[in-house]
């Protein structure tokens, strides 16, 4: 089976911090993906990442970054951690057949508050 | 911009009935739609995948349909159970990017 993990289910954190949700797969795949969900918004994406070391933008970047040095691995960062960024976080893998993306195996979540 | 409509209001519906679900998407037809499952507090999980030129596609009590007429895929669940109340995700994927819906939230009484 696919497992996809989070570092953290539950994360309090303080205005102006900077916060970093870490993200690893075991089943190799190319694909990795940040989202985060908000009630009523469904999932948003914020960034993936299709091969070690790239990264693409989603539809809701700005206060964010990424990171992924390793195939398994794809960390999000806030860099300055505001209010707003209160969310549920969520980490995704697929991989790629025929130029599209396939089904994606979510980890558990980031529940993320910032005070 | 491409987008995915699902009903916002729950569906309640009683256990042994079957349960329908609307996805409606708009401009053109996404190269396939996929359906997740989403329990509170946990990360959706795939139940199926349908391809453009699919039009039914069946998982044990699971059954999705895809007519790119209509621009709009159903979602069955037959002889639904308490246990299949959750948030349904419908998902576009088109190219690279794959765009979920806001979900529908479905509540089976025994």
């Known amino acids: 089976d696919v497992k996809v993990t989070q570092s953290s289910r539950y994360l309090v954190k303080r205005t102006g911090e900077k916060v970093f949700l870490e993200c690893v797969q075991d089943m190799d795949h190319e694909n990795m993906f940040w989202y985060r969900q908000d009630p009523g918004l469904g999932l948003r994406l914020i960034y993936f990442s299709y091969d070690v070391k790239m990264k693409e933008k989603g539809d809701i970047p700005e206060g964010y970054s990424v990171s992924r040095e390793k195939k398994e691995r794809f960390s999000l960062i806030l860099e300055s951690a505001s209010t707003n960024q209160t969310s549920m976080y969520l980490c995704a893998s697929s991989w790629t057949q025929g130029g599209l993306y396939n089904e994606q195996f979510f980890g558990p979540g980031t529940r993320l508050t910032v005070l | 911009s491409q987008k995915i409509e699902q009903n916002s209001e729950a569906l309640n519906i009683q256990e042994g009935k079957t349960a329908t679900l609307t996805c409606n998407y708009t401009n053109y037809s996404p190269a396939y739609l996929q359906w997740y499952r989403q329990d509170p507090g946990r990360g959706p999980v795939f139940l199926l995948l349908?391809?453009?030129?699919?039009k039914e596609k069946r998982k044990e009590r699971l059954k999705v349909t895809f007519d790119t007429t209509l621009k709009q895929s159903l979602f069955h669940i037959t002889a639904s159970q308490p246990a299949d109340s959750a948030t349904y995700l419908c998902?576009?994927?088109?190219?690279?990017?794959?765009?979920f819906g806001a979900g529908t939230r479905l509540f089976v009484k025994a």
């Open positions: 349908i391809r453009e030129n699919e």
């Open positions: 998902a576009r994927t088109g190219g690279f990017k794959t765009i």
